[in-house]
């Protein structure tokens, strides 16, 4: 397995182009299973998740091709049942259920197990198949969904802790090709599950209110093929900004929509950062006084789960005492123990990381949990004395697209040691 190894101490500076979003890519591929004519989508990251995801497609019968960030996929014909291996290695693989639904009438994939960042039901999105006319038959270790015919209801999918987004996702692109008039209430208002609409809309579905509670979606007799640029990474563009306020002087992040970064771009001004936007670029300075901050995780548009390692990472060091509250993913901690071998001061009371800042963390081996827990890992080390090890880094591999490269690009010092 491969690993990392950072070289801390080093400055930052400089600019950076950050990849089409891995949270977007995922189901608008999946999306492409709801028409039999090709859809051509571009900006897709090179990641494994997306690998992944076009595996699950070429099994289920797509033709897909993929050169450079363009992907292709027609899928002429389909099965419906997606095979355990390659679906078990990928909790996202679940939003194919949607599109096989809508199209075949049914769909089977391998029921997702708990994962590392806590037990991540699918309750709600067969909640929304079963609304739409849908039998939902557990089997061995199988979600088997199946209807005669798909007709629109009025659903709501707010959960016990908020929306859920790929569930949004799921449920659209079911109620696409559903007879009928389908209303999405406490529907996520997540960028991603914008996009997706919009990559819909192109095919020729009817949808609207895309990035609010509440969705809308006219059923259509059939889609069409449709060419889509997926959104930039907001995530991955944080996780730069981070490390820039970690251990930048001046860091651009370029091809963003600063729109979608806003809940992160807040506080880190607040902690006093100097940030300037442009239509689509951020740049964050360093320098000054900085500030412990208060925080906590919420759905869109509040400050994103998918950042909240990261953020523990810069508080860290940050002099004062921050809390961060964990409200998507109580028990997305992982990251805080090996922080704490570093030298992190951090206490975890309930679902709320309370840091005491420390001047500064020292290089440790140290074990990549899951994707953010792993970069979160990644921007101590760059801010530790001596050398980090990371790891298990497939999963960062996961979710960023070549994050060592393009942060030895910005100064960085770090090496990826082969298997
Ligand atoms: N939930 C339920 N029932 C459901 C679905 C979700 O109770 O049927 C709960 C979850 O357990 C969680 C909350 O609702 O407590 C939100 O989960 P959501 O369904 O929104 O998560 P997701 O759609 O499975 C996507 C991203 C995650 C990101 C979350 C929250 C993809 C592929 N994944 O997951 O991204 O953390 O939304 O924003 O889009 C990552 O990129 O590192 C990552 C984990």
Same mark, same amino acid.
């Given at each position: ?217 006219? #059923? %259509?007799?059939? @889609?069409? =093929? *449709? ?6 990474? &907001?995530?991955? !563009?944080?996780?730069? /900004? ?114 005491? #800042? %420390?001047?500064? @963390?020292? =290089? *440790? ?6 994707? &953010?827990?792993? !970069?979160?890992?990644? /921007? ?40």
């Amino acid at each position: 397995m491969d690993k990392i190894i950072v070289h801390g101490g080093a400055t930052l500076n400089g600019s950076v182009r950050i990849s089409g979003s891995k949270n977007s890519a995922l189901p608008i591929l999946a999306a492409a299973l709801l028409t039999k004519e090709e859809c051509i989508i571009s900006r897709v990251p090179d990641l494994s998740d997306i690998h992944y995801m076009l595996t699950i497609l070429s099994e289920l019968g797509c033709e897909v091709e993929r050169a450079s960030g363009t992907v292709t996929v027609k899928a002429e014909k389909v099965v419906t049942n997606a095979p355990y291996d390659i679906v078990r290695k990928m909790r996202a693989s679940v939003c194919i259920l949607g599109p096989l639904l809508g199209r075949e009438k049914e769909a089977t994939v391998s029921l997702p197990g708990g994962c590392i960042i806590g037990d991540r039901p699918i309750d709600l999105h067969l909640r929304g198949f079963e609304a739409l006319g849908a039998a939902v038959l557990v089997q061995a270790g199988n979600v088997k969904v199946l209807a005669p015919r798909l007709r629109g209801a009025t659903i709501n999918l707010q959960g016990k802790f908020g929306s859920t987004v790929l569930g949004t996702g799921n449920v659209m692109m079911a109620a696409v090709l559903a007879d009928g008039t389908t209303v999405i209430d406490g529907a996520a208002e997540e960028p991603e599950v914008e996009d997706l609409a919009n990559f819909l809309i192109k095919m020729g579905a009817k949808i609207e209110g895309a990035g609010t509670r509440r969705i809308i979606v006219e #059923g %259509v007799k059939e @889609l069409h =093929g *449709a060419e889509h640029a997926v959104i930039p990474d &907001r995530i991955e !563009a944080g996780t730069f /900004l981070v490390a820039a306020a970690i251990i930048g002087k001046e860091v651009t992040v370029n091809r963003v929509d600063p729109r979608h970064l806003k809940a992160l771009l807040d506080p880190l001004a607040r902690a006093g950062f100097e940030i300037a936007t442009t239509s689509n670029s951020v740049t964050l300075k360093t320098g000054g006084v900085r500030h412990p901050l208060k925080l906590e995780t919420q759905p869109y548009p509040g400050f994103p789960t998918d950042m909240q390692a990261q953020l523990c990472a810069l508080l860290a060091t940050t002099e004062g005492i921050s809390a961060i509250t964990e409200n998507v993913f109580p028990q997305r901690y992982m990251h805080v123990a090996e922080l704490k071998r570093m030298g992190a001061h951090i206490e975890l009371e309930g679902a709320t990381a309370v840091i005491t #800042g %420390v001047p500064k @963390l020292s =290089g *440790a081996p140290v074990m990549a949990s899951d994707l &953010r827990a792993s !970069a979160a890992l990644l /921007l101590a080390g760059l801010r530790a004395e001596g050398t980090t090890e990371i790891n298990r880094v497939y999963h960062i591999d996961r979710g960023y697209e070549s994050i060592d490269d393009k942060l030895n690009s910005l100064g960085a010092q770090i090496e990826r040691v082969k298997a």
